[in-house]
């Protein structure tokens, strides 16, 4: 078990002025992100509604509540950006810097050093005239999304919780971050994909190869996952929990565009290529080694007639059932899980090599494995269902894939 506390930085006095000054704490998993997630979420909107005052106190509520390391570095340097735009420089400096002790590979570290040598300069921020005022038909900075996060290599304490260098076996455990979902190895093989028994669209039953390994989510994303991407800013909507709680329960009412959006952070975060899985990814990681596509067993899914204490009322937290042959959990039932693919009434000119049908009507995609709400017949590996891609949905949810180099 990890150590339950680190301190990662503190901000002291500059110049003999009083500036902010915080000891940063990274909490164990599953408290930091429920605790400091929605403070700084509402500390990043008052931001970017330039009320900057009320998003300094907010930036500094939440920094004093045990964020993980993502989460301080994002806060610090808009704290140091809030303290700039109100024209404290002196009060912007140390927070530019406590960003970069926080987590020198953070999406925000480019531009926390771009702002501590404008500062030493004496120059303001990189197209930003003096006094605030933006360049003509440009959008106030704070108004504006940050850029892109670039693709760092991970730190030290990401690397050190990765699995070390060479051949993965199938069922070795991957987490890349404290912050991160882990994914489990599965190994490259064929099956046949969908079902004679089922519906139209699960037919022409037909051999599928999956080339290469794929690290599959162990479990569908929690919202103590997904939060930690509101906070850092790197996912765009704070999705409701419909009164059931947040940590370890999957993350619900998120659009396939919600969803990508997360991977694209993590992605971010990591260096690693983490993705949706494709709809043929997903039916062989579901089937757990086996040409079996139903539920695993009275009682072993959520689901309405399942036989669980939570069907057809809400989701389960994750990992409550049995994992299947891949040691997967929530598989089927629980909630939807979004696929890249988009969305074909048939397996006619489907790919055959686990790629994503990336032809179709894309307006909608893929979903599968079952809900809490639905019954046991769409609990089913071979099952399909589709959604429009802005649908918010109180039983869809996602799980991650990382690709892995070979």
Aim: hydrophobic share 35%; net charge neutral; proline share 10%.
């Amino acid at each position: 078990m990890r150590q339950a506390i680190k301190a990662l930085c503190v901000v002291s006095i500059l110049g003999g002025a009083a500036v902010v000054s915080h000891t940063v704490m990274v909490s164990p998993a599953g408290a930091q992100e429920s605790v400091a997630g929605p403070v700084l979420k509402e500390a990043y909107d008052l931001h970017q509604a330039r009320r900057f005052p009320e998003a300094s106190a907010k930036f500094e509520q939440g920094l004093r509540m045990n964020p993980s390391r993502s989460q301080a570095a994002v806060a610090f340097y808009l704290l140091g950006d809030s303290y700039q735009q109100m024209g404290e420089v002196n009060k912007a400096r140390p927070n530019f810097e406590a960003s970069l002790q926080a987590d020198p590979n953070s999406q925000v570290a480019p531009q926390a050093r771009d702002r501590l040598a404008q500062l030493a300069g004496g120059a303001p921020p990189q197209g930003q005239p003096p006094q605030g005022q933006p360049p003509q038909g440009q959008a106030p900075m704070a108004q504006r999304p940050l850029p892109p996060p670039p693709r760092p290599q991970a730190p030290p304490q990401q690397q050190a919780m990765a699995p070390p260098p060479g051949p993965l076996q199938p069922g070795t455990v991957i987490k890349d971050c404290e912050v991160c979902p882990q994914v489990v190895v599965v190994p490259p093989g064929q099956f046949t994909m969908g079902t004679q028994r089922g519906d139209d669209d699960e037919r022409p039953v037909h051999p599928v190869t999956i080339p290469r390994p794929i690290a599959v989510g162990r479990f569908e994303v929690t919202f103590q996952e997904y939060d930690a991407c509101v906070a850092a800013g790197g996912c765009r909507s704070n999705v409701s929990d419909r009164g059931w709680g947040r940590g370890t329960q999957p993350v619900i009412h998120v659009t396939w565009t919600d969803a990508v959006d997360y991977t694209r952070w993590l992605s971010a975060i990591t260096g690693q290529r983490y993705r949706l899985p494709s709809e043929s990814e997903w039916e062989y990681a579901a089937r757990g080694g086996s040409q079996a596509e139903d539920v695993y067993g009275a009682g072993q899914a959520n689901c309405e007639g399942c036989g669980s204490p939570w069907d057809g009322n809400r989701a389960a937290p994750v990992g409550r059932f049995a994992p299947n042959g891949y040691g997967l959990y929530d598989m089927l039932g629980n909630v939807w899980e979004w696929t890249l693919d988009c969305r074909n009434d048939n397996y006619r000119g489907a790919p055959n090599d686990g790629s994503a049908w990336q032809a179709g009507d894309c307006s909608r995609r893929s979903l599968r494995g079952g809900g809490y709400k639905d019954s046991a017949n769409k609990a089913r590996a071979a099952y399909r269902n589709k959604d429009p891609i802005t649908d918010r949905d109180p039983d869809n949810g996602f799980r991650v894939v990382r690709e892995l180099a070979f």
